[in-house]
């Protein structure tokens, strides 16, 4: 059984941070990308910002340059540090991990259960 198990949310005010963890646990061979996405009211998941193995990030036009995504390998765990914050990054966000069991051959998606995190004044 594999977890990924989110922690960091709340309310800010406009202008403020936050920052979101996410732990993996279980039988895990490998995690290639770790990555966190978000789902505002009344719209689709998307993307938020996202890691390989290897350090390689990718993020979203709209945080770019706010936003910083982390991962500490040896915890399998993955943050994501969110500064000047704006009451359009309101929105559920769930952590992501393409990862490879122990003793499995392919890799699964898994993902957190989602923490809300709301931006206002």
């Known amino acids: 059984q594999v977890q990924l198990v989110e922690s960091g949310g709340g309310l800010v005010q406009p202008g403020g941070s936050l920052r979101l963890s996410c732990a993996a646990s279980?039988?895990?061979?490998?995690?290639?990308?770790m990555g966190w996405y978000r789902r505002a009211p009344g719209k689709q998941r998307e993307l938020v910002a996202a890691i390989t193995s290897g350090g390689s990030t990718n993020y979203a036009d709209s945080v770019k340059g706010r936003f910083t995504i982390s991962r500490d390998k040896a915890k399998n765990t993955v943050y994501l540090q969110m500064n000047s914050l704006k009451p359009e990054d309101t929105a559920v966000y769930y952590c992501n991990a393409d990862l490879v069991r122990e003793g499995w051959a392919k890799h699964t998606d898994y993902w957190g259960q989602g923490t809300q995190v709301t931006v206002s004044s």
């Open positions: 279980g039988r895990i061979f490998s995690i290639n990308v």
